[in-house]
Structures are given as structure tokens and as C-alpha cells.
């Protein structure tokens, strides 16, 4: 049922790209017999050509072995050409191979266009943007299958639909490479318009008896509020919240394909935080009057897509997290309805630090909607048996840590529900009752949770070896407090650039020449009391804080010293940062456009 029709225009799967003093030339190496593609090096343009033109100087040209074009990035500065030199095979999708990239190059196309200082300043950090969207994380792609949509979305393709273009079946707001495909498009170029996603794939084969099982996990990230974890936070006025990853997890089984998916996104409110070296940034509601019409279009939009909606949000109801919880339930209210529906279930205040097995009792409140919107389920023709009515939408504040190991569970209860229907579990069967099995699971689960973690925080997540081992350990508190120290600097001191490209790739801002990239310098307060053997002495109070902490945590979890511990870090990095001349805080620099 979702195969794809055998009319349809292949993609070039290997490719030799030349490198000539005037234009890169893209030659199809894969036994395809399609023209080359030739991109001027002065100014982008790109055709086809019937053969690679010999060289006529001296210089012979570089030549590189691509597997893909990722598109073409046209600035002020110039165009670029980016193209995947490095993939590794990440598994199978319903039958179709799966491609991770494990490298990408860009090449400029603007020798025209370095003529003034200001222009060449221009490039420099266009260049230096560019060479942070080259280690983008978490790219997968397929020659043969669609990735942005789900097994049940593809299985409800019409027959027209079918015979399209890869890229044109795709679900614009999932393909990370939208706005780079537009040269590519313009120009008709199909066999070269490679869609993109960013996310995770992760799979496993296990034994159950007799019985076989492959379970996939796959992530989609939406690229329309695409960020880092501070400068992405909330919704935009259309509704669209930052963090919105998308979630199915697979399970074939003698010819059967079960398809369950989650999502999960930040609270669809108006909201910020602004970096400001503390350790946990006040949260600012924003244009509250707007909450009830940016809430109805994203819900609206997800009821389109999904059918039924059940909100599960986790954040604290009282502290800093209190103010946002309130307002995201009062204004659920408005639009609540059967389809509808909102859970609160303050994840810190029921499961503590160690009790994440208190998840049941969130389990229990949301089964019934489980049950009753169900997954799909194709039998061995590919005919639909059983389709998903609703999704359960997860957020918490970074829709990280919280988030995965609730949705690990509800992924888990699904499984298993599942492995029942086609017979392969008892009624009262369990993953946990098959070692294998469930080790494998949970390691699943923790995998997908470090990838969707790394793109937004920069770090693995939080609280990931209660999804990989079913309780909490040592070593996995330890590894907390590590990474929380580290997306701390992260979001203080690198996130802004890696914000900026982001934004570039996305088409989300215009660039401009000559813009003032340089932060304001400010004095007085901590910073005039700035010294080396000061901001020393503070970091390792820190550290000395931290390691009680740690003693402690084995007992009663008390929050006095992680407070303690992250006012003494944040004023010695802060001293630090200032003692060694570094800027306060690193924003992003590009502007809005006026799109």
C-alpha cells in the first residue's frame, strides 16, 4: 500500500562534485544517466549540462564524492552551495533504507560580491555561521520514502500523490531543508531535490518466544519556531511553539505494522526568558490579552492534523513554573471540548527526584483516551485494520527531560497493548516480564531522548537513566548535574550564534551588511569586583556544593544545596566571563524580516 510507484524520477544517490576556478559541476556517479549539474561560481546560478567541460588551466580541480544536495542558501553576501560528503546507514523505514548524515560542506558562489571592506566583513561572518550549520545534529533522509510524514499519513496518500516527487509529498513545516530547496525548485531540478529531516532514528530487533519484533523510534522536528533552548521558548502569534517534535514509534511484526504517534512542544502561550547568567531565567508572559487566539490556532492546527488533543502538561504548579501552569490551564478552558482535553500533572511535586514509577498514576488518568483513539494497524496486505483518532501533546518547560520519560512510558503501555492485539502477549504480559526485550527498550527510548535534547539544549537529557534502566543511579545524578552545568554556559555564551544559524538555514531573517555585531559592554555591580583568583574561588565553592549535594541526594533530595550550588557557579562564571574580557552574554544578531 505505501510503496512507491516505479515512474517516479529517482534521486541521485552518488554523486562527484568538481570544483573549477568559474562553477561547481555535480556529476551523477550513480549509474543514473541524468545531466550534470552546473552552479556558477560568481553568482549561484545553476543548469544542466550534458557532460563535465574539461579543464582549461593549468590547476587541476578538486573533486569530492557527495551523496546529496542539501540545497543552495542565497544571502546579500552571495549564494551557497551545501552538500553532504559523509552519510552512515541508520536503518530501515517501512521497508525503505534510512541515511544519517555524518558531514556536510559548504562552497560559496560569491567571487562577484567581495568587493568593499564591508562586504568582505559581511562574508567573514556569514562564513562563520555557515561553518556552525555545517555540524548540525540530527539529519536523516531517504532516496526511495517519504520521511516527514508517518506511516499513516503516507498509508492515506492518494495514487496521485503517490507518483510525486519526493519533495513534494513532503510536510513542509517537517523538511529541515525548505527554504534551501527554493533555487532548486525554481530550477526544476527533481532528481536532485533531496528532502531533509531533523530528528532521531533509532531501531531495535528482538525476540519474544518464536517471535520476531522490529521496533523503530523516529523523531520529526518542526522547523517553523526552530531553535536553541533560551532564545526558542513559547509560541508566535500563528501558534507555532518552539521544541514541537514529533514522535512515532513502529512495531512490525509477521507482516503487521503498528504506528503510534506522540507529540510534544512548549506551552503554547506568549512566553520568554531572557539569558541573564542566573541559573533559571524569570519567565515572562507576554501580550496576555493574545494567550486565547495564539492557544485556539495551535490547538486548531493540531485537531487538523491529529484529530483529538489531550494536553499533558508537567510543570510545577507553584514557584517560578506556577505562573505559567496557571495561565496555560485557564486559557485551555476556553477551548476545551470531547476532542479536547487538558491534564495537569505536576511531574517534581508527584515523582520527586527518584519516584518516576508514580508516572501510573498519570497513566491512569489518560488510558482511557489511549484506548479510545488508539494507533494504527495494518495487516499484511497493507490494508488498514485499526487507524490513531488523537495524539497526546507532552510539554513541560524545555520539553526535554520530563517529557521523554513520560512519553517513554506511555510509548511502553502502547507497545504493549499492541504485542496483545496481534496475540503475541498474554493478558497479563509485559515488556518488563522479557529482559531482552526491555532492556532494549529502554535503551530505545534514552537514545531518542539524548538526540531531541542535543539539537535544543546542546546536552543529552536530563534524568536519562531512569529511561535507560528503569530507576535512577549514582552515576545518572551525577551526569545531571554535569550536563545542567554545562547548558548553563551554553545558553549564557554559545547558543546566540548557533541561534543565528539556525535562523540563516531556515530563512527565518533577512541579513544586512554592516549590521553592529558588537554586544554592549556594562559595568558596576558583580563586574567591578571582577577578579581571576575571585571567580576561581567561587567555581570551586560551586563544585563544593555540588558534591554535597550529591551525598545528599540519596536521602531526601532537599533543594538548599543545588541552590546554593548554582548561585555560587553563576557568580563565579560571571566574574570570570568579565575577568577575561569575554562578552556579558551571547545574543543572536541577525533581525527580523519584514516578511
Known amino acids: 500500500m505505501m510503496e512507491r510507484a516505479d515512474s517516479v524520477q529517482k534521486l541521485y544517490t552518488r554523486m562527484r562534485l568538481w570544483e573549477f576556478p568559474d562553477q561547481y559541476v555535480i556529476e551523477p556517479t550513480d549509474g543514473s544517466s541524468g545531466s550534470s549539474l552546473a552552479v556558477s561560481r560568481v553568482d549561484g546560478s545553476m543548469k544542466l549540462i550534458d557532460e563535465v567541460p574539461e579543464c582549461t588551466t ?4 578538486k573533486i569530492y564524492t557527495i551523496f546529496g544536495v542539501v540545497g543552495i542558501l542565497r544571502l546579500l553576501a552571495g549564494s551557497y552551495l551545501m552538500v553532504i560528503t559523509e552519510r552512515e546507514c541508520a536503518g530501515s523505514y517501512l521497508g525503505h533504507p534510512i541515511f544519517k548524515i555524518s558531514s556536510m560542506k559548504v562552497f560559496p558562489c560569491d567571487h562577484s560580491l567581495k568587493s568593499t571592506p564591508a562586504e568582505q566583513k559581511a562574508e567573514l561572518e556569514f562564513s562563520g555561521l555557515l561553518n556552525v550549520a555545517e555540524k548540525t545534529t540530527g539529519l536523516f533522509f531517504s532516496y526511495e520514502t517519504n520521511l516527514t510524514l508517518s506511516a499513516q499519513r503516507l498509508n492515506d496518500l492518494g495514487d496521485e500523490s503517490r507518483l510525486l516527487p519526493l519533495w513534494r509529498q513532503a510536510e513542509p513545516r517537517f523538511l529541515w531543508n525548505n527554504y534551501m530547496l527554493e533555487v532548486l525548485i525554481d530550477n526544476k531540478l527533481d532528481p536532485y531535490l533531496l528532502p531533509v529531516v531533523q530528528g532521531s532514528f533509532h531501531y531495535f530487533q528482538a525476540a519474544i518466544g518464536k517471535d520476531i519484533i522490529d521496533v523503530t523510534l523516529i523523531a520529526r522536528r518542526c522547523t517553523r519556531r526552530n531553535g536553541t533552548r533560551m532564545w526558542r521558548r513559547g509560541a508566535d502569534p500563528d501558534g507555532y511553539v518552539a521544541n514541537f517534535v514529533e514522535t512515532e514509534q513502529l ?5 503487521y505494522t503498528a504506528s503510534f504517534v506522540q507529540i510534544r512542544g512548549s506551552i503554547p502561550l506568549l512566553w520568554q526568558q531572557i539569558v541573564d547568567l542566573t541559573y533559571k531565567p524569570k519567565f515572562e508572559l507576554l501580550k496576555l490579552e493574545e494567550a486565547p487566539r495564539v492557544l485556539e490556532r495551535h490547538i486548531l492546527d493540531l485537531r487538523k492534523k491529529y484529530g483529538a488533543v489531550l494536553a499533558v502538561d508537567l510543570v510545577n504548579k507553584h514557584g517560578g513554573e506556577g505562573r505559567l501552569c496557571e495561565k496555560f490551564g485557564s486559557t485551555m478552558q476556553h477551548v476545551a471540548s470531547d476532542d479536547v482535553r487538558y491534564v495537569h500533572f505536576d511531574f517534581h511535586h508527584i515523582c520527586g527526584h527518584v519516584h518516576f514509577e ?3 498514576m498519570l497513566y491512569d488518568q489518560i488510558s482511557d483516551f489511549l484506548e479510545r483513539n488508539g494507533y494504527l494497524l495494518l495487516n499484511e496486505k497493507g490494508e488498514k485494520m485499526k487507524e490513531q483518532l488523537g495524539v497526546v501533546r507532552t510539554n513541560c518547560i524545555d520539553c526535554l527531560d520530563r517529557t ?17 492485539r496481534l496475540g503475541v502477549f498474554g493478558a497479563e504480559e509485559t515488556i518488563s516480564s522479557h529482559s531482552n526485550l526491555d532492556e532494549r527498550f529502554k535503551i530505545l527510548w534514552a537514545n531518542h531522548g539524548d538526540d531531541i535534547s542535543i539539537q535544543y539544549s546542546g546536552t543529552p537529557a536530563l534524568k536519562g537513566d531512569f529511561v535507560r534502566f528503569g530507576h535512577r543511579t549514582v552515576q545518572g545524578i551525577i551526569n545531571d548535574g554535569c550536563n545542567a552545568l554545562q547548558r548553563y554556559y551554553l545558553n549564557n555564551f554559545v547558543d546566540g550564534t548557533k541561534q543565528d544559524a539556525i535562523d540563516l538555514l531556515q530563512g527565518h531573517y533577512i541579513v544586512s551588511v554592516g549590521r553592529d555585531t558588537a554586544a554592549s559592554s556594562q559595568k558596576g ?14 567555581v570551586f565553592t560551586g563544585f563544593l556544593f555540588a558534591t554535597m549535594s550529591l551525598r545528599q541526594v540519596r536521602y531526601d533530595f532537599r533543594h538548599f544545596f543545588f541552590s546554593l550550588m548554582w548561585a555560587s557557579i553563576s557568580v563565579g562564571l560571571a566574574a570570570f566571563v568579565r575577568a577575561n574580557g569575554r562578552v556579558f552574554c551571547n ?4 533581525h527580523n524580516p519584514p516578511r
Open 404 to 420: 521523554n520519560v513520560t512519553q517513554s512510558m506511555i510509548g511502553r503501555n502502547m507497545l504493549e497493548y499492541q504485542l496483545r
Open 58 to 61: 593549468v590547476r587541476v580541480p
Open 587 to 590: 545574543r543572536p544578531r541577525l
Open 525 to 538: 555591580g558583580l563586574e567591578s569586583i571582577a577578579s581571576f583568583p575571585l571567580a576561581l574561588g567561587l
Open 251 to 255: 512495531m512490525q511484526f509477521n507482516g
Open 358 to 360: 508514580r508516572l501510573s
